[in-house]
């Protein structure tokens, strides 16, 4: 499956942002869509993804209630609302599909989007 992600850019505290992944190739029911986060010298951290259902979902704790998956009705693009934005927030956001229900450890995602940067000013 191919993912290609969108919708990064320049936003001030407090402010919002929708990113954008949208999946091709091989898609299928079994793939779980989700998204990751790298801060500039920190490692990829899990931020939200679907669960068994394709329907249900879960996050990072500490950004529960602030980010929003979503996914259209085919569920071939699926996006992440992030709102309040906090500086701490800047990182270059992935997209990823496994085919494991529920985790959230990065190395069990298979295939990854080539990344959209969102920077927060403070």
């Known amino acids: 499956v191919q993912l290609q992600a969108s919708g990064g850019g320049l936003v001030q505290a407090g402010g919002s942002l929708r990113l954008s992944c949208a999946a091709s190739?091989?898609?299928?029911?079994?793939?779980?869509l989700g998204w990751f986060r790298q801060a500039p010298g920190r490692e990829r951290e899990f931020v939200a993804a679907?669960?068994?259902?394709?329907?249900?979902?879960f996050y990072a704790d500490s950004l529960k209630g602030r980010f929003t998956i979503s996914r259209d009705n085919a569920g071939n693009t699926v996006y992440l609302q992030m709102n309040s934005l906090k500086p701490e927030d800047t990182a270059v956001y992935y997209c990823?599909?496994?085919?494991?229900?529920?985790?959230?450890?990065?190395?069990?995602?298979?295939?990854w989007g080539q990344g959209t940067l969102v920077t927060v000013s403070s």
């Open positions: 990823a599909a496994t085919e494991i229900t529920g985790t959230r450890r990065s190395e069990d995602f298979g295939s």
């Open positions: 190739g091989r898609t299928s029911r079994t793939y779980r």
């Open positions: 679907f669960s068994w259902s394709g329907r249900g979902t």
